[in-house]
């Protein structure tokens, strides 16, 4: 597949809001590490850190100016050097705290690139990354409260990985649930089994993206 030089992108160029992105077309497209994918992104999220990174309040955010987003989905175009397990043309969801996302090409950590489920469209996928484990998290947090034992709910198996990979807070955990989402993808397959798992204590986007 040919790859374009250069790319459209949403830049943040100030930390005064997201009021002062603005578009660029000559935007360089990402090359991937070698621990990297680059995906072709097809859907973005646009969540609570966006604006915390707009205005520079988010604690080792990106400095201006810089790609805005950090949440896609994607088909994945191109793979770096030590990259096992996933292949151009699979689609994924992951993040990249670096920002990126509102562009048309993100490299993202192989290590938590999630493939999206069978039967989703990347725009659907793409809400179970931040939106829906902070929710989550919000949830059990509100319902925990006076409790000695940590509450449990009962979600979809077919999502169970991708809120395990969410929610974890060590990187090790997130790296491990993601490869074994990609060796064991035909368990997903049946949406109407149920799995029951523990609510999470700690939400960190970090997690996702292999950080600390």
Do not use: K
């Not at 374009?4 to 930390?15: E, G």
């Not at 947090?141 to 990985?161: C, E, F, L, M």
């Amino acid at each position: 597949m040919s790859m374009p030089a250069t790319m459209r992108a949403l830049q943040q160029t100030s930390l005064n809001g997201p009021q002062d992105l603005r578009l660029i077309t000559d935007a360089p497209v990402p090359t991937p590490g070698p621990d990297e994918v680059l995906i072709r992104v097809t859907a973005a999220g646009v969540n609570f850190l966006d604006i915390s990174m707009a205005r520079g309040v988010l604690p080792g955010g990106p400095q201006p100016p810089y790609l805005a987003g950090f949440e896609a989905a994607g088909e994945i175009v191109a793979v770096g050097e030590r990259v096992a397990g996933l292949a151009p043309g699979v689609h994924v969801i992951g993040v990249n705290m670096r920002g990126g996302a509102f562009a048309e090409y993100l490299a993202l950590p192989a290590a938590a690139a999630v493939p999206v489920p069978p039967g989703w469209a990347d725009e659907q996928a793409l809400g179970l990354v931040v939106n829906w484990p902070t929710a989550l998290a919000a949830w059990s947090s509100s319902i925990a409260v006076g409790r000695a034992v940590r509450p449990r709910t009962r979600v979809p198996r077919a999502i169970a990985p991708l809120v395990t990979i969410a929610t974890s807070s060590p990187p090790a955990r997130a790296a491990a649930t993601a490869a074994q989402i990609r060796a064991s993808s035909s368990a997903r397959n049946s949406p109407s089994s149920v799995a029951t798992i523990a609510e999470p204590s700690l939400i960190t986007v970090r997690a996702i993206a292999g950080g600390g």
